[in-house]
């Protein structure tokens, strides 16, 4: 277990207000909350601005991606699959690995609120995404997993999707 500090911090009556009753809803504490959200800046928010992410809407995303033709749909995977995923390892974790890349995804799709499972055994990684964002998101997820783990020299099998899922094995 990582060894903790205790920490002040001050914060005004309303600010506080509302991250009790938010602590309340997740069922823990407020200082296990305040600590949650210092984590999740420290592995992930803090990198969003030099990685060029933004947040949308997911019914806009939806949107934009069903709205593409296919040589365009084609042409953003081609060039933001490898690059955004290859760009936020190395910004965030500092050398691009196959842990890194595990790391990366995971705090990607939390931080995109993105529902998700990552079952880890010895021989291989298995994700189960549920994103409800089009077949269209599914199949760019593919393609950004996919050219990511080519980089790496990492099969990426048992590939399924849906306009709701997605859902593939890493093998190790």
Known sequence: MKKTSVVSIRINDDEKGILSVEGDLE???????????????????????????????KKSLTFLLDSLDDSEFDQICKIN????????????????????????????????????????????????IKHGLGNNFSMFLNSLIEKTLHEL?????????NSEHISFEIDR
Do not use: Q
Request: proline share 1%.
């Open 81 to 128: 699959s490898i690059m955004s995923m290859k760009d936020a390892i190395l910004f965030s974790k500092g050398n691009f690995t196959f842990e890194n890349f595990l790391s990366v995804l995971d705090m990607w799709l939390d931080s995109s609120n993105i529902s998700y499972r990552h079952i880890s055994t010895d021989g291989f990684d298995r994700y189960i």
């Open 27 to 57: 069922g823990i504490t407020l200082n296990a909350l305040i600590g949650k959200i210092i984590s999740k800046h420290i592995r992930w928010d803090r990198f969003t601005r030099e990685i060029d992410n933004v947040c949308i809407n």
């Open 153 to 161: 020299n990492i099969p990426l099998t048992d590939i399924d999707y």
